[in-house]
């Protein structure tokens, strides 16, 4: 069975500075990734996924995560975070086929002036 | 196009009541999900559906039951609630297992 762990629980970022968010996985074979944001109050939404091809993928709000298969490892990048980046942001992997996703527990972004 | 709707959007009871959650999904996904989210412990998957009339457990399916009778809803019921169901219920659904999930707003339930 597939296993998500995010290891920090929360993250304070200046604005402007650069944003690193970790997740790492288990799986035996290759994984499919995800990152989901859920602002305060409302449902996941997408903001990239690794299926296969390149391991650097680019998402929605100008992140971006790179696959390292040596590390186990899907973590999330933004260059610049923007107030409105403050949320929590959860990874999550699938073993392909007719399975379901796990998710990790989750990790909340906080965004100091 | 609404995407994926919940009703309720919140509800409390009583330990003991019964109540139904409604899901519905206009993307003609074949998967649909039930989660519950609570501080610290993220999404955990309750009861999942790869089809109309079909229904499988997740990870913590104890105390809930679930119908797909119709391709875009999925009803999740709890039949005699208690206070360790007091979360956030997440309704989602995919094209395949590992496609991009869509998730609804939530329902937030507060058992008494």
């Known amino acids: 069975a597939q296993s998500v762990t995010q290891p920090d629980i929360h993250i304070t970022v200046s604005e402007g500075a650069s944003l690193e968010l970790r997740c790492n996985y288990s799986y035996g074979a290759t994984p499919y990734l995800f990152w989901y944001v859920q602002s305060p109050g409302q449902g996941l939404q997408l903001l990239l996924k690794?299926?296969?091809?390149?391991?650097l993928v680019q998402g929605i709000k100008g992140f971006e995560a790179e696959f390292k298969r040596s590390q186990s490892s899907f973590n999330l990048r933004k260059p610049s975070v923007h107030w409105s980046d403050a949320a929590e942001y959860f990874c999550a992997v699938g073993a392909g086929g007719y399975s379901t996703l796990t998710f990790g527990k989750g990790t909340m972004l906080l965004v100091s002036p | 196009n609404a995407g994926v709707t919940q009703t309720p959007k919140f509800r409390v009871l009583k330990t003991g009541q019964s109540m139904t959650l409604l899901c519905a999904q206009d993307m003609n996904h074949e998967y649909m999900y039930w989660y519950r989210q609570d501080p610290g412990m993220g999404l955990r998957l309750i009861h999942y559906?790869?089809?109309?009339?079909?229904?499988a457990k997740g990870e913590v399916p104890d105390g809930y039951n679930v119908s797909r009778l119709k391709k875009q809803n999925f009803l999740l019921g709890l039949e005699s609630a208690a206070p360790s169901q007091t979360s956030v219920y997440f309704c989602?659904?995919?094209?395949?297992?590992?496609?991009?999930?869509?998730f609804g707003p939530g329902t937030r339930l507060t058992v008494l």
């Open positions: 989602a659904s995919s094209y395949l297992g590992t496609d991009t999930q869509y």
């Open positions: 559906s790869v089809g109309e009339g079909t229904t």
């Open positions: 690794y299926f296969s091809g390149d391991t």
